[in-house]
């Protein structure tokens, strides 16, 4: 007998099989390759989100001595090239170098005063720097007068005593010679000491300013005003000079720095180098200070070579993310690898009762122990092996990078559907004939057993327990946790072990209770349920892992949810909400009010105050809390109420951040003066601020004239676009909205990645336990045929015989799953520490799971409604064969 005639003879068991190597390698393999492709999407998001300052490397210094000095472009190349030479393999792969890129070097003088200007028009408080590009050519284009030229020299006749000082040309941005009053033509004295004369020649524009090369030269295209002092500000420039006029451009008398910018690629990092850029960064760090021929000399060493980026910082966050992330979605995932094999063990346990009899009776004819183990195991490989081979080939249509566990994967599960098989065989087939039924007495566990089983259920409870006690020791540099993955096994393999120990007994007692009856039914059923066989264990050890997993799962989506949703109300604070830079006048928030779905405006101002004598900087907020919590009502945001005292004009009664609240009254400075008397405590308010030391809440209509910066909108359905429209405000209005924020939350890779594979485990995990439950029906199916067609014999009726089905199978099912949905909602409470929601939540997570009964009920309640629709269905089949066809003679 060959393993080819197997496989056709059982066709359909070989059939199930398949099918089920086929789902499980698909899943194994597909689901770490769609994850590793949300990780990555998640660091590019991260990194696009982050300003180039932050994410590329910069080498700087600042010069202090003339030997330090670098007067020539070539001397700038040729660091530049030392520089690149120096990044070690994992940090060359990411960054870009050589023509086109935004690889750049400069050097710009830094907090230049402008001492005088030449002519009428002087404004104090006016700071131009002078700063030169290594390819101004290609990144700027000239849209007024001439480009700047090689430096000179030049007497200020009004300026007799600083003789003859050196002269540079540079050209400005529109915005920043109409804003500081600089047209061409101006010429200016920079610095109090070293003074040096600019000379505006034109005004240029960038080519595009949307390029990141931009984010490292912001200063030469944007005016940057400072608060200088408690009545003025500052206005800040940097002004674009020739290569010409680095031979003058020196650091002895005025702030210099260099700067050698090497752009990291976005596309190029990713999940798996991530930890390797890190390390990398820290020893081209030490490189480049060791590439300083003046490092560890005295003060020289300050004004050396260093290699700056946040690059390090933005991997590690991410990397602590991606590990929490991790660390569920792995309990999701190997909760539903180790059910799949489950029940495809279960399929292959079925495989191996059907073919029982062929291979006994080859066995008995003088086949080998090894030659029929082989046969069996070979109808069992050409069933698994290809199927599992197809699942791996059709994961390649999710894209995303391969793992080693998306290799791996199916390769294992159809080795140990393999190894199972042969395993089962040879111990069944040991001797020729050699049968035996243990469905008939009830099996007595060895002490041993009983000893080992009782170790397991103590060490899953007290791993529970100290993980509960004790916390994680997760972290992006040590890993998840060991216990975070044990004891969920654990808790499982506990609870199969005390569910397959103590569920017959129940069914004892009624069957000793049922025994004083007259009807036969209820008696047969519940004792044949009662019989503790040893085939019972493996479909509780897949049905209550695939329900509790999949219970699990519904728990962590509905606190997912929750928290996304308490996320997006704190970053909106309202319905909507609508900021601005420049002040919103009593008009536009009119206007805003008659917005179609508008039910109610709370203007608020915010800003920057000064607090006390000292004048230390807190924030200000100015709105009517009344008003505040009526339309943040019904919402998870909470604010506290107004103070209730009122104390006399011309002070005001304010709520303050803790730390104010201890020292009686004070004043802030917020345009005029205002005397605040604490009256209670204020810890932040959603979407408005966050929880910060040194916050003063007033009412608004105490603010005077303080200017009106945000709307917090109460409405349904509010459209952003027609809020901003209906503002009409000089500079575009930053609009959120909760559905916005929600959305944006959601949809983040590393949240819709979670959301999808708990959506995809709950499903695959259903089906498999159905699947389960139709193969525990089957295995039986042979011997429970036997048994109904002799009690027809005595009697029985095609009702009564479906009767003591349901009875037999159905209390293992209902006990199950039982046990099921109380493991999975106790799961989220005894790994409460590792189930951090807030990587992919849009912000701090309670960490609380609401307990919602309804979709944990309807799956325990479905799979146990579909084992009883299984259970008529497969005595509607049996009931159509001929009693000669189960029976065999002399029965």
């Known amino acids: 007998m060959s393993a080819l005639t197997l496989v056709k003879v059982h066709r359909g068991v070989a059939a199930v099989l398949a099918v089920l190597a086929l789902s499980a390698g698909l899943l194994v393999s597909a689901m770490p390759r769609a994850m590793q492709a949300a990780y990555d999407r998640a660091l590019r998001q991260d990194l696009d989100a982050a300003s180039a300052q932050a994410a590329d490397i910069v080498v700087t210094r600042r010069p202090q001595l003339a030997e330090h000095t670098l007067t020539t472009p070539a001397a700038f190349a040729e660091l530049d090239e030392r520089w690149?030479?120096?990044?070690?393999?994992?940090?060359?792969?990411?960054?870009?170098?050589?023509?086109?890129?935004?690889?750049?070097?400069?050097?710009?003088?830094?907090?230049?005063?402008?001492?005088?200007?030449?002519?009428?028009?002087?404004?104090?408080?006016?700071?131009?720097?002078?700063?030169?590009?290594?390819?101004?050519?290609?990144?700027?284009?000239?849209?007024?007068?001439?480009?700047?030229?090689?430096?000179?020299?030049?007497?200020?006749?009004?300026?007799?005593?600083?003789?003859?000082?050196?002269?540079?040309?540079?050209?400005?941005?529109?915005?920043?010679?109409?804003?500081?009053?600089?047209?061409?033509?101006?010429?200016?004295?920079?610095?109090?000491?070293?003074?040096?004369?600019?000379?505006?020649?034109?005004?240029?524009?960038?080519?595009?300013?949307?390029?990141?090369?931009?984010?490292?030269?912001?200063?030469?295209?944007?005016?940057?005003?400072?608060?200088?002092?408690?009545?003025?500000?500052?206005?800040?420039?940097?002004?674009l000079t020739s290569a010409a006029t680095l031979s003058r451009l020196t650091g002895e008398e005025r702030q210099l720095i260099y700067r050698w910018v090497l752009p990291v690629r976005g596309e190029d990092l990713t999940a798996r180098n991530a930890r390797d850029v890190i390390e990398a960064m820290a020893a081209y760090s030490d490189s480049v200070r060791v590439a300083d021929p003046g490092a560890g000399k005295g003060f020289i060493a300050q004004t050396g070579f260093q290699a700056d980026t946040g690059l390090g910082n933005l991997l590690t966050g991410f990397l602590g993310r991606q590990r929490t992330a991790e660390t569920l979605l792995a309990l999701l995932l190997g909760g539903l690898t180790v059910v799949a094999l489950g029940v495809i063990l279960l399929a292959v346990r079925l495989a191996e009762?059907?073919?029982?009899?062929?291979?006994?009776?080859?066995?008995?004819?003088?086949?080998?122990?090894?030659?029929?183990?082989?046969?069996?195991?070979?109808?069992?490989?050409?069933?698994?092996?290809?199927?599992?081979?197809?699942?791996?080939?059709?994961?390649?249509?999710?894209?995303?990078?391969?793992?080693?566990?998306?290799?791996?994967g199916p390769a294992l599960l159809a080795l140990a559907a393999v190894a199972f098989a042969a395993v089962r065989l040879a111990l069944a087939h040991r001797g020729p004939l050699r049968e035996r039924r243990d469905d008939m007495v009830a099996q007595r566990p060895s002490p041993r057993r009983i000893t080992l089983e009782i170790v397991v259920v103590g060490l899953a409870l007290g791993g529970a327990y100290l993980l509960r006690n004790r916390g994680l020791t997760t972290s992006a540099e040590g890993g998840a946790d060991v216990f975070l993955l044990l004891v969920p096994v654990g808790l499982t393999v506990a609870s199969a072990l005390v569910l397959i120990r103590c569920y017959p007994y129940p069914l004892r007692l009624v069957v000793r209770l049922l025994d004083r009856g007259r009807r036969a039914v209820p008696f047969l059923g519940f004792t044949l349920a009662a019989r503790a066989r040893a085939s019972a264990a493996l479909p509780v050890l897949i049905l209550l892992p695939a329900l509790a997993v999949s219970v699990f799962a519904a728990v962590i989506a509905d606190g997912l949810d929750a928290a996304q949703r308490e996320s997006a109300w704190r970053r909106a604070g309202a319905d909507a909400k609508l900021e601005s830079t420049v002040t919103i006048p009593q008009d536009a928030i009119e206007r805003v009010r008659r917005v179609p779905g508008v039910r109610a405006v709370v203007p608020v101002a915010k800003d920057v105050v000064a607090i006390g004598l000292g004048g230390r900087p807190g924030v200000g907020v100015a709105l009517d809390l009344a008003e505040y919590r009526k339309i943040i009502a019904g919402t998870p945001l909470s604010a506290p109420p107004p103070p209730t005292a009122a104390p006399?004009?011309?002070?005001?009664?304010?709520?303050?951040?803790?730390?104010?609240?201890?020292?009686?009254?004070?004043?802030?400075?917020?345009?005029?003066?205002?005397?605040?008397?604490?009256?209670?405590?204020?810890?932040?308010?959603?979407?408005?601020?966050?929880?910060?030391?040194?916050?003063?809440?007033?009412?608004?209509?105490?603010?005077?004239?303080?200017?009106?910066?945000?709307?917090?909108?109460?409405?349904?359905?509010?459209?952003?676009?027609?809020?901003?429209?209906?503002?009409?405000?000089?500079?575009?209005?930053?609009?959120?909205?909760?559905?916005?924020?929600?959305?944006?939350?959601?949809?983040?890779?590393?949240?819709?990645?979670?959301?999808?594979?708990?959506?995809?485990?709950?499903?695959?995990?259903?089906?498999?336990?159905?699947?389960?439950?139709?193969?525990?029906?089957?295995?039986?199916?042979?011997?429970?045929?036997?048994?109904l067609a002799l009690l027809r014999t005595l009697g029985l009726s095609e009702r009564q015989a479906r009767g003591m089905t349901v009875l037999e199978v159905t209390p293992m099912i209902a006990l199950t799953a039982l046990a099921g949905l109380g493991l999975g909602?106790?799961?989220?409470?005894?790994?409460?520490?590792?189930?951090?929601?807030?990587?992919?939540?849009?912000?701090?997570?309670?960490?609380?799971?609401?307990?919602?009964?309804?979709?944990?009920?309807?799956?325990?309640?479905?799979?146990?409604?579909?084992?009883?629709?299984?259970v008529f269905t497969h005595t509607a089949v049996t009931r159509r064969r001929a009693l000669g066809h189960v029976l065999r003679v002399g029965e």
């Open 84 to 239: 690149q030479g120096l990044l070690p393999p994992a940090l060359r792969e990411v960054t870009e170098h050589g023509p086109g890129s935004r690889a750049h070097y400069s050097a710009k003088t830094e907090e230049t005063p402008v001492a005088a200007r030449i002519g009428p028009g002087f404004q104090a408080y006016q700071f131009v720097n002078v700063g030169w590009l290594s390819d101004a050519e290609r990144k700027v284009r000239y849209v007024e007068g001439a480009p700047p030229g090689p430096a000179g020299r030049v007497r200020v006749p009004a300026r007799p005593e600083l003789g003859e000082i050196p002269r540079f040309d540079i050209a400005l941005t529109r915005e920043a010679a109409e804003r500081m009053d600089l047209p061409v033509g101006t010429m200016l004295l920079l610095g109090h000491s070293g003074t040096i004369a600019a000379r505006v020649t034109a005004l240029f524009e960038p080519v595009d300013p949307a390029d990141r090369y931009w984010q490292h030269n912001g200063d030469l295209l944007h005016v940057s005003v400072r608060r200088g002092g408690p009545d003025h500000d500052e206005f800040h420039i940097t002004g």
């Open 353 to 408: 009762e059907r073919t029982h009899a062929a291979l006994a009776l080859m066995r008995a004819r003088g086949g080998s122990l090894a030659r029929v183990t082989a046969t069996g195991t070979a109808m069992v490989a050409l069933a698994v092996v290809p199927a599992a081979a197809l699942g791996y080939a059709a994961a390649y249509l999710v894209p995303g990078p391969v793992t080693a566990l998306a290799h791996a």
């Open 648 to 787: 006399a004009a011309p002070k005001v009664a304010a709520l303050v951040s803790p730390e104010l609240s201890n020292g009686g009254e004070f004043a802030i400075t917020w345009r005029n003066r205002i005397d605040v008397v604490p009256s209670g405590i204020v810890r932040g308010l959603p979407g408005i601020t966050a929880e910060t030391d040194r916050l003063v809440v007033v009412p608004l209509a105490a603010a005077g004239s303080i200017a009106v910066n945000t709307l917090l909108i109460q409405g349904t359905g509010v459209d952003p676009a027609a809020l901003a429209a209906a503002a009409r405000l000089p500079v575009k209005p930053l609009v959120a909205t909760f559905d916005g924020e929600l959305a944006e939350i959601a949809d983040a890779p590393l949240a819709a990645t979670v959301s999808r594979t708990l959506l995809v485990v709950t499903l695959a995990l259903g089906a498999y336990a159905l699947v389960a439950v139709v193969l525990v029906l089957a295995a039986g199916g042979a011997q429970r045929g036997a048994a």
């Open 825 to 870: 909602l106790a799961l989220p409470y005894a790994l409460g520490p590792g189930i951090d929601l807030s990587p992919y939540a849009g912000g701090p997570a309670t960490g609380d799971h609401p307990l919602d009964l309804v979709t944990p009920s309807l799956l325990a309640g479905g799979l146990t409604a579909v084992a009883v629709l299984g």
